[in-house]
């Protein structure tokens, strides 16, 4: 496997219509990349992408009931791939675009593969990041999504518990060094956010907050 291709985007601007092409080229080959969010940087790949799924798990560790987030470019696509009750509806123009995951029952437009077998939900975002959102636009599907967190090294060599904690990779050095192998392109642009994104289940009218995140929750678990 050949050295992943790095392209440097500025932060929060337009981003350049050449190199999200080029980015989205390889992910329409089935490829991985690694990008920024709205929370921190993500390991992803086209929903088609069987192998692509696998190199995100691998490089992770994830286990097999640790399912990806779908990022669509807005919520008439997420619509397509998620169900979304009235209340669902109106958490999700409350917080999309924005830095939070909803966990609602899955269509049949989600590969079973996605979804766990007792219960099938999927995660969907609609991200605010204009990198995230220029790659979702220009791949016309759903960009498959997982936080780049790995376990910290301990490379002081001291008995500071923190070294073995998860934390997000924040730059694209740190992406290269620990995902390298696993991504055939990263975008290398300055990060801001250090916390994975706010997760919020919701089956019918019940809400349930999965994870506190990047996105607060203020006034949105009681709509």
Known sequence: MSAPLRLQIDAWGVPSPRKIAAAVEILHRGGVAAYPTDSVYALGCAIESREGIERIYRAKGMKKNQ?????????STASEYGMFSQTAFRI????????????????????????????????????????AQALAHGLGRPL???????????DDDDDDDDDDEPRACRD?????????????????????????????????????????????VDGILDL
């Open 144 to 154: 498959l999504t997982s936080s780049a967190i790995a376990l910290a090294r301990d």
């Open 67 to 75: 399912r990806l987030a779908l990022i669509c470019p807005d919520l």
């Open 92 to 131: 999700a123009q409350r917080v999309f675009p924005g830095p939070y995951t909803l966990v609602v029952p899955a269509t049949r437009a989600v590969p079973k593969t996605l979804t766990d077998t007792k219960r099938r939900t999927v995660g969907i975002r609609v991200t605010s990041h204009p990198i």
């Open 172 to 216: 694209a050095d740190e992406i290269l060094e620990t995902f390298g192998h696993a991504i055939d392109v990263v975008i290398d642009t300055e990060q801001t956010h250090a916390e994975p994104s706010t997760v919020i289940e919701i089956d019918g009218d019940d809400v349930t907050l999965i994870r506190l995140g990047q996105g607060p």
